[in-house]
């Protein structure tokens, strides 16, 4: 998995086997590969371009397919083991999950990079990749699909669970107590890592805020934050996603700009980015979520994603979601890593789609019919 934050490749290994009516998943080992620094700064410039080559893009496609090779060469050679089938999300340079007018017709699309038979040549195992556009053909927005996972993982039958991963964009899945896969509800909640990353490299040059230490420092600007929580994605329902498209570049020098004309500190502005991810997914839970659940229904509100590790942001999600009644955890406190957790839900997926079953969620992605996700390249 490489997510929007474009930071590194995460890749896990795991032993998936038929239980009863259900699958045991055990993650044999886990680990991160950060991009070269001229390496992530392509696959950033790629993003959302207004202007690139199509000789860049196809060169970059091959060139995230050798870096995904020698990831899990590195992984296998750490952990070894019997390499069966490989889910290689690629790296998404373009998601646009609502339909637009291009060309004289309406379209929605999304593009995932990272050449699937490089990974079948070189490690003689078949790959599934592609996994987004049969949803989006099926009417949904290609996205969230991790709540599968998260389903056969957390779900509960007395206790309510949202899972909110925060990696580049956050997304969440709630999955209500002794429910079906068919009651789950899951979008993405707007940016998580983004815009605070794009900030501590243009005022810090650091690639993200360690640990919060640079948020820790500053004050929310409550006027820059109020004025960036009106932007029409938060209030629009779900089902819905968001990227680079949204959140990027345009919008985190938007946001620094307010900081500047309201005379705040560089530290504030990266203070104002946290309080951003944090109040939006509180908007999120408020607005989209609790209205489903049952009063004094339990709740564990279970995080994962690099976001996890950003302490400023954990204390203010917990200021904000304890008092709404929320138990706030990471998926570590559950068993999984959380840089582990999305490498391990494209391996299901893979699994999935190699047993020709549907693995999209429609009442999550707003797809009219279940769908099976992915391509497969042959070794």
């Given at each position: 998995?490489?997510?929007?934050?474009?930071?590194?490749i995460?890749?896990?290994?795991?032993?998936?086997?038929?239980?009863?009516?259900?699958?045991?998943?055990?993650?044999?080992?886990?680990?991160?590969?950060?991009?070269?620094?001229?390496?992530?700064?392509?696959?950033?410039?790629?993003?959302?371009?207004?202007?690139?080559?199509?000789?860049?893009?196809?060169?970059?496609?091959?060139?995230?397919?050798?870096a995904?090779?020698?990831?899990?060469?590195a992984?296998?050679?750490?952990?070894?083991?019997?390499?069966?089938?490989?889910?290689?999300?690629?790296?998404?340079?373009?998601?646009?999950?609502?339909?637009?007018?291009?060309?004289?017709?309406?379209?929605?699309?999304?593009?995932?990079?990272?050449?699937?038979?490089?990974?079948?040549?070189?490690?003689?195992?078949?790959?599934?990749?592609?996994?987004?556009?049969?949803?989006?053909?099926?009417?949904?927005q290609?996205?969230p699909?991790?709540?599968?996972?998260?389903?056969?993982?957390?779900?509960?039958?007395k206790?309510?669970?949202?899972?909110?991963?925060?990696?580049g964009?956050?997304?969440?899945?709630?999955?209500?107590?002794?429910?079906?896969?068919?009651?789950?509800?899951?979008?993405?909640?707007?940016?998580?890592?983004?815009?605070?990353?794009?900030?501590?490299?243009?005022?810090?040059?650091?690639?993200?805020?360690?640990?919060?230490k640079i948020?820790?420092?500053?004050?929310?600007?409550?006027?820059?934050?109020?004025?960036?929580?009106?932007?029409?994605?938060?209030?629009?329902k779900?089902?819905?996603?968001?990227?680079?498209e949204?959140?990027?570049?345009?919008?985190?020098?938007?946001?620094?700009?307010?900081?500047?004309?309201?005379?705040?500190s560089?530290?504030?502005?990266?203070?104002?980015?946290?309080?951003?991810?944090?109040?939006?997914?509180?908007?999120?839970?408020?607005?989209?979520?609790?209205?489903?659940?049952?009063?004094?229904?339990?709740?564990?509100?279970?995080?994962?994603?690099?976001?996890?590790?950003?302490?400023?942001?954990?204390?203010?999600?917990?200021?904000?979601?304890?008092?709404?009644?929320?138990?706030?955890?990471?998926?570590s406190?559950?068993?999984?890593?959380?840089?582990?957790?999305?490498?391990?839900?494209?391996?299901?997926?893979?699994?999935?789609?190699?047993?020709?079953?549907?693995?999209?969620?429609?009442?999550?992605?707003?797809?009219?019919?279940?769908?099976?996700?992915?391509?497969?390249?042959?070794a």
């Amino acid at each position: 998995m490489s997510g929007t934050s474009a930071d590194g490749i995460d890749v896990a290994l795991v032993q998936i086997r038929p239980k009863g009516n259900g699958l045991k998943l055990e993650l044999i080992g886990h680990e991160a590969f950060p991009f070269t620094p001229v390496l992530r700064k392509v696959i950033l410039s790629a993003m959302d371009a207004k202007s690139t080559s199509t000789a860049d893009l196809a060169r970059l496609n091959w060139r995230l397919g050798q870096a995904y090779v020698e990831a899990l060469r590195a992984t296998v050679k750490r952990h070894p083991v019997n390499l069966q089938l490989i889910g290689c999300h690629g790296q998404t340079i373009y998601h646009q999950g609502a339909t637009a007018m291009y060309a004289g017709r309406t379209v929605a699309c999304t593009w995932q990079i990272g050449e699937p038979a490089l990974l079948a040549a070189e490690l003689g195992v078949p790959i599934v990749s592609n996994f987004r556009p049969a949803d989006m053909v099926a009417g949904g927005q290609g996205a969230p699909l991790v709540p599968l996972l998260d389903y056969v993982q957390f779900a509960d039958n007395k206790r309510a669970r949202v899972l909110q991963n925060i990696g580049g964009i956050g997304n969440l899945t709630l999955i209500p107590p002794a429910s079906g896969i068919n009651k789950l509800i899951a979008f993405d909640t707007g940016p998580g890592n983004m815009v605070i990353d794009a900030l501590m490299q243009q005022l810090f040059q650091k690639s993200y805020d360690r640990s919060g230490k640079i948020a820790s420092r500053g004050h929310v600007i409550e006027s820059v934050l109020s004025a960036t929580l009106k932007h029409p994605f938060f209030r629009a329902k779900p089902p819905k996603s968001a990227g680079r498209e949204e959140f990027g570049a345009a919008f985190a020098e938007r946001l620094l700009q307010l900081c500047q004309e309201f005379g705040g500190s560089n530290e504030d502005a990266i203070t104002t980015a946290t309080a951003l991810t944090a109040d939006s997914i509180t908007r999120a839970f408020k607005e989209f979520v609790q209205p489903r659940l049952k009063s004094n229904i339990p709740v564990d509100y279970i995080v994962s994603g690099g976001g996890a590790k950003n302490k400023t942001l954990m204390a203010m999600l917990q200021q904000r979601l304890e008092p709404l009644g929320c138990n706030l955890l990471e998926s570590s406190d559950a068993g999984i890593p959380v840089d582990a957790k999305e490498a391990m839900a494209f391996a299901l997926l893979a699994y999935y789609t190699w047993h020709r079953r549907p693995a999209n969620v429609p009442s999550a992605t707003g797809a009219k019919r279940p769908a099976i996700l992915g391509q497969i390249t042959h070794a």
